[in-house]
């Protein structure tokens, strides 16, 4: 299953300073989050490296979404830094982290409703966004030939997706399954080094389920593309993710295979309920 | 009354022309602000859309109890108040009803095909065109007057100079003040405000409370347009009465809205006096206030003859300033309203 | 007849479902409490119960009655009422004020009932002029909870009441729920701190994938192993 | 589906043909080509707005802000040159206020930035408000002696005589320039907001061409303006509007196919992705801010040049003849109307708008005088007697009325946007 050709990175240079290990492709530092009185996320560092699909997962208030959103540039961190790559990102925008080939997909499918399921796929013509009115008027051999390349890969990307029975479809009206997979598509397009993936399991049937999962599944193996995964359906993080990393109150409590997550009574008290237990006689 | 004591160390004519100019001249424009602010802001909150056509309704308002003085011109002689005055709530009962048509007849239908919000802000420009045009065909575009007999103005000495005030004016903030103190008990004690409040908070807990939306919202119209009424007709009897009267209030209503805190009524009231009196300091000429000063600055620093911020007709550019300072510095405004 | 039973429940938001057979039944004067991993369907089964989505398959009866997807307005007067786990105040309005919107559909005299509010949530009393917004999460949520109990409903939904807050007000918070229910008020919460509320439930229901894993006594759930395993997947199903 | 698509379109513009010929029939070649030639200029300015509201979701009440503006940089640079103002030292003065300004604005934006230099944030706006201030205060003194000299002897400072077509094209940068300005402050913030600010601009705009005398004349009005082909005195009414009209059709037709073709373009296709989910354009790759921001200006720069040959077309550069209603919401209504992200919609839209706007004069003076005259028989009512003017205000209510049935019934338009499909 061929995948398209890959597009130059153009990540706008920042210092870098000598000395930083480059194995790991994102690297938190020593992040804390507040809002307000409450610290979401507390003095926490954690690794992901090249080429695995690495798993967050914690209880609900345990800080991986504010986490996972700093790292996809949502917004920034109160202290500490963030590097992808071996780059200082912390606090970049995501149109920026977007050019240093971070790409990202929504919890709730974000699609283009007014645009074809084809041309959502088109709108990402590779790291730099140069699109400009001028081309388009007085430039056209240029245009005609851009369009035609991406618009050859959009095509092939529908093809894996098996969605070309949709291409001339309002993304509006397709159903919460095919919007999914109409935005891992739009990550294929980008050809991102490493891509985020917000609770992909959300909403979405078992067959679907199977066929997102092994998109990522070959996207990683044939590719090496890393993913960083935030999910709550354990079945499917222990089919893709290792490592998992497993945090609570704010910070990283335990990382390693899911097999040994599962069995670390430390975790199954954190998710079950930790606190003094209440007990009444019953 | 002969100058002593701390009286003859102030310098009283400029004091009384601060006074008349600013203190006065502020409160005026800012209960007017104030009138047209509270009710907008209270529609805002709770049906989430600016309407534009809200300055209209002020006027309309004006042209009602215009209309109803001149079926009635000695109705005033009993009471001892211009008739104008006296007619007052039949026209804000009108205009409120105006209000609850206009919102059934060309709000809802639009609201049906539940579309953005902008959407009913362009809906809101239709309804305040075709107001415009309706008062315009039936009351034509000459400047009239709200008043039967001539305007008493009061004179209050001050040692000498006098504070000059208008009938009008008197009846504006008597009226202003009492409409807050009303707003604030409906509000804080009824059920029905109480209701409303909970709306403009948080719709979807006043709902799952049992709050009925339908009453909720006639009677938050019934508010807004009846103020709206009172708005302009006060200010129609403090300066003429003109097609346009209420147009060129949008922008200042707007501002005090969004200073306030969009859906406070409190901020509305709050906001329009800041805007009101901002707007007549910055108009206000300063060198006057500097004269008795000249015999103690240095010569070389000549004093212009007219030091202001902002020349009179570019009044308009005050609460223009404001609204953007305030959108970029405290959006949600100083009674922490809603960011819609 | 149970004061409360949903019977194999199929709901969702539109898209896929996300409830496939949920069934929960709650004698009245009895805490319920629905645990379970996230995205198991515990918040939606609440909303679904209380009409804020809408039902595709299965039957609700309340007291006797049908209200398979009934409109909330009409089930607060039948007697449910529901805290949801965000915006469950409003905060420019005082605590005071608060309960009596709560108290909005009745025509009688409730002041006596602000005053057992403030018996059960004593910390309210002194702070009663002060706008919610302005409270601790902790007061906030007695607020919220105050607010439902002033319409005296015969069962009280809960969704996630202890979310967010600090051990000490999550201990409160269910030492005042067992009080509200010894008089008389019947409880079901949904709860993410599975330990604490099935410790003090009549009878837990454990949901996964949308559907029941595990039914019984809040004490026999806690005994067995595999229910605390099962939160971590795993397909410990039966 | 796109072949009715086609039918509509074609069957919209036969409609709107046939009623234009009547109107040729009924009020005569003159009256009729000023009614094409106005409703011309009124569709590039209506091309200009799609392109911020269709193409962007800009909602821009400000239209009658932009077009003032850019009819008087059109009047400054085509209106023949002045010479007493050349040789008086007004100009001097003038270039020394420049300088204050330019001087004095530098330092505010430097202050602006220092808080990135250690300097606390609140210190940094303090200083950037005192150095704003000041500036303002600067430039204020040093204007009033140069403009009590230009009023006093030389009435304006006049224009450079250039081609009115140059004159136009700078009436487009200067609202390109003033929409970079009101972008900047509030493309971050909500719709309605956006609304305010603008509809705000604008009266501001008014407010100012209307008293900087010095430099407008003010309410004694600029005239007679050039025009870019022969006059009507040097050809008769009939040739010099028909020229006029051909140039503006010529205008429209250049700005309708650079558009379309930017409407299928990868830059069309980003910018509707913008306009749908801002969200999900940012996660792949573009600079959503700037991008808007972008639209703004372009979209306002044409606005701009439909503007400028509007006012050109009537002659005269009056500042109190802006009116919200006539320049704002006719234009809005248009849009709307013809439909919103469809050129050529709204090029209809403007057309039919524009003669329902014509029409309803005339067709409202017979309805009341009959009116008068029923009224006068049968009830002995004296009909007022500016029955005239109020006539005229028939046409408001009518536009407020259209806005209102438009989104009630065809929110899309009548000629809804096109999907873009591959085949």
């Known amino acids: 299953m061929g995948i398209p050709g890959k597009w130059p990175a153009a990540c706008p240079t920042t210092n870098n300073p000598v000395g930083v290990a480059l ?260 | 009354m002969e100058n002593i004591g701390l009286l003859s160390a102030l310098p009283i004519n400029e004091l009384v022309f601060f006074i008349n100019k600013v203190v006065i001249a502020g409160l005026i424009i800012g209960s007017i602000y104030a009138l047209g602010a509270v009710g907008m802001t209270l529609a805002w909150g709770i049906l989430r859309f600016a309407n534009f056509a809200h300055g209209d309704l ?157 009453h909720v919202v006639r009677v938050t119209w019934i508010i807004a347009g009846s103020l709206a009424a009172a708005g302009g007709t006060l200010l129609a009897m403090d300066v003429s009465l003109k097609p346009d009267l209420s147009f060129n209030l949008l922008l200042p209503i707007v501002a005090a809205i969004i200073v306030g805190g969009i859906g406070q009524p409190y901020g509305a009231i709050v906001g329009g006096l800041i805007v009101g009196f901002t707007e007549t300091l910055a108009v206000f000429n300063w060198a006057i206030l500097l004269r008795p000063l000249k015999p103690h600055m240095p010569d070389w620093l000549e004093l212009p003859a007219s030091l202001t911020f902002v020349p009179t007709e570019y009044k308009i550019v005050v609460p223009f300033v404001i609204l953007v300072a305030v959108l970029i510095w405290r959006p949600n405004g100083i009674f922490r309203g809603r960011v819609l | 007849m149970s004061l409360l039973s949903m019977r194999d429940i199929h709901a969702g938001y539109g898209g896929a479902n996300i409830l496939n057979g949920v069934s929960i039944e709650v004698e009245a004067h009895e805490i319920g409490v629905i645990v379970g991993p996230n995205g198991a369907g515990k918040s939606t089964t609440l909303k679904a119960l209380f009409g804020l989505l809408t039902v595709s398959q299965g039957s609700v009866t309340f007291d006797g009655k049908d209200v398979t997807n009934a409109r909330p307005e009409n089930l607060v007067r039948a007697g449910l009422s529901f805290v949801p786990q965000e915006f469950n105040v409003f905060p420019t309005m005082s605590v005071r004020e608060n309960l009596e919107m709560g108290a909005y559909t009745r025509r009688d005299d409730f002041r006596h009932l602000i005053e057992k509010i403030f018996e059960y949530f004593p910390p309210l009393r002194e702070k009663h002029r002060q706008p919610a917004g302005e409270l601790s999460g902790g007061q906030r949520q007695m607020v919220a909870i105050g607010r439902a109990l002033m319409m005296e409903p015969k069962l009280l939904l809960l969704d996630e009441p202890t979310a967010g807050l600090s051990p000490r007000y999550m201990g409160e918070i269910f030492e005042r729920v067992i009080a509200i229910n010894e008089a008389g008020v019947g409880i079901l919460m949904v709860e993410q701190n599975a330990r604490q509320a099935l410790a003090i439930a009549h009878k837990g229901f454990v949901l996964a994938g949308g559907k029941n894993s595990f039914t019984d006594t809040g004490r026999a759930l806690l005994d067995n192993p595999e229910v605390a395993e099962s939160f971590l997947g795993g397909g410990a199903k039966h | 589906m796109k072949a009715t698509m086609e039918l509509r379109t074609a069957s919209l513009f036969v409609f709107l043909a046939g009623v234009v010929a009547l109107i040729f029939i009924w009020q005569g070649n003159a009256y009729a080509l000023r009614m094409l030639a106005e409703a011309g200029c009124l569709a590039i300015v209506a091309l200009g707005l799609n392109v911020q509201w269709g193409y962007a979701g800009l909602f821009n009440a400000g239209i009658m802000g932009f077009i003032a503006i850019a009819a008087f940089g059109s009047m400054l640079v085509s209106y023949p040159v002045n010479p007493v103002f050349w040789q008086s030292e007004a100009p001097g003065l003038l270039l020394r206020m420049g300088v204050v300004v330019l001087i004095g604005g530098a330092v505010t934006v430097l202050l602006s930035r220092i808080h990135r230099y250690g300097v606390p944030r609140r210190i940094r706006t303090l200083l950037t408000v005192i150095a704003a201030l000041a500036t303002y205060m600067m430039a204020q003194n040093a204007l009033t002696p140069a403009a009590g000299i230009i009023e006093q002897n030389s009435g304006f400072i006049g224009g450079f005589g250039l081609p009115v077509g140059l004159g136009w094209l700078v009436g487009g940068v200067f609202a390109a320039v003033l929409a970079w300005f009101i972008g900047r402050i509030t493309l971050g913030l909500r719709s309605d907001y956006l609304a305010i600010a603008t509809l705000g601009i604008a009266e501001i705009v008014k407010a100012f061409l209307k008293n900087a005398d010095w430099l407008t004349r003010g309410t004694l009005t600029v005239s007679p303006l050039p025009w870019p082909v022969p006059t009507a005195s040097e050809v008769g009414f009939v040739a010099a509007r028909s020229a006029y009209l051909s140039i503006t059709a010529v205008l429209i037709v250049i700005i309708y196919l650079l558009l379309q073709r930017g409407w299928a373009s990868p830059w069309g296709r980003m910018m509707r992705a913008i306009r749908d989910n801002e969200l999900a354009a940012e996660a792949v790759g573009k600079n959503v801010n700037r991008r808007l921001l972008e639209m703004f200006v372009i979209g306002n720069f044409i606005v701009g040049v439909g503007g400028a040959a509007l006012i050109t077309f009537g002659g005269i550069f009056d500042p109190s003849g802006f009116l919200p209603i006539n320049h704002t919401f006719l234009v809005l209504i248009m849009v709307v109307l013809g439909g919103s992200g469809n050129n050529l919609g709204s090029i209809f839209g403007a057309l039919l708008v524009y003669v329902i706007w014509t029409m309803s004069e005339p067709a409202a003076l017979i309805l009341f005088s009959h009116g008068a005259g029923w009224l006068r028989d049968v009830f002995g009512i004296a009909p007022p007697d500016d029955l005239a003017t109020r006539a005229l205000q028939m046409r408001v209510f009518v536009i407020g009325l259209t806005i209102i049935l438009v989104l009630r019934f065809a929110p899309k338009g009548l000629l809804p946007e096109k999907i873009v499909k591959y085949e």
């Open chain 1, 23 to 282: 194995t790991a492709l994102i690297e938190v530092r020593n992040v804390s989050k507040r809002f307000g009185q409450v610290l979401a996320v507390d003095n926490c560092s954690l690794k992901v490296e090249r080429g695995t699909i690495t798993g967050l997962i914690g209880p609900n208030g345990a800080g991986k979404t504010t986490m996972f959103n700093m790292v996809a540039g949502a917004f920034a961190p109160t202290s500490g830094t963030i590097w992808l790559n071996g780059k200082n990102v912390t606090g970049m925008p995501a149109h920026e982290l977007f050019e240093c080939g971070l790409s990202r997909t929504f919890q709730i499918a974000q699609e283009f409703s007014s645009l074809t399921a084809l041309e959502n796929l088109m709108v990402v013509t590779g790291p730099r966004s140069e699109e400009s009115l001028f081309d388009a008027c007085f430039r056209r051999g240029k245009v005609v030939r851009d369009e035609l390349s991406v618009r050859r890969k959009a095509e092939e990307v529908l093809k894996v997706l098996r969605l070309t029975h949709v291409r001339n479809e309002c993304a509006g009206n397709l159903s919460g399954g095919q919007k999914k997979l109409l935005e891992l598509g739009r990550v294929m397009m980008a050809d991102p080094t490493v891509v985020l993936l917000d609770e992909v399991a959300a909403g979405v049937n078992r067959t679907l389920l199977n066929d997102l999962a092994s998109v990522v599944e070959t996207l990683n193996r044939e590719r090496g593309l890393t993913f960083f995964v935030i999910e709550h359906d354990m079945d499917l993080i222990a089919r893709l993710c290792d490592p998992v990393i497993v945090m609570a109150a704010g910070t990283v409590m335990v990382q390693g295979p899911m097999a040994e997550i599962r069995k670390n009574p430390e975790v199954i008290e954190a998710y079950f309920g930790g606190g003094t237990a209440m007990g009444r006689a019953s």
């Open chain 2, 58 to 214: 002020m006027t309309l308002g004006a042209f009602i109890a215009f209309m109803l003085t001149m079926a009635m011109p000695g109705l005033g002689a009993y009471v001892g108040l211009p008739t104008a005055f006296v007619v007052l709530p039949i026209a804000m009962a009108v205009t409120a009803f105006v209000t609850i048509f206009i919102d059934r007849t060309f709000y809802v239908p639009v609201r049906k095909t539940n579309p953005k919000p902008i959407t009913l802000v362009i809906a809101s420009f239709g309804v305040m065109l075709m107001l415009q045009g309706l008062i315009r065909l039936f009351f034509g575009t000459a400047p009239r007057q709200m008043y039967v007999g001539p305007k008493e103005i009061y004179r209050i000495p001050l040692a000498g100079r006098d504070i000059v005030i208008t009938e009008p004016q008197v009846l504006l903030i008597v009226f202003t003040a009492v409409a807050i103190v009303a707003l604030h008990l409906f509000l804080t004690r009824s059920r029905t405000g109480k209701a409303m409040r909970a709306m403009s908070d948080n719709a979807d807990l006043a709902r799952i409370s049992g709050i009925g939306t339908a």
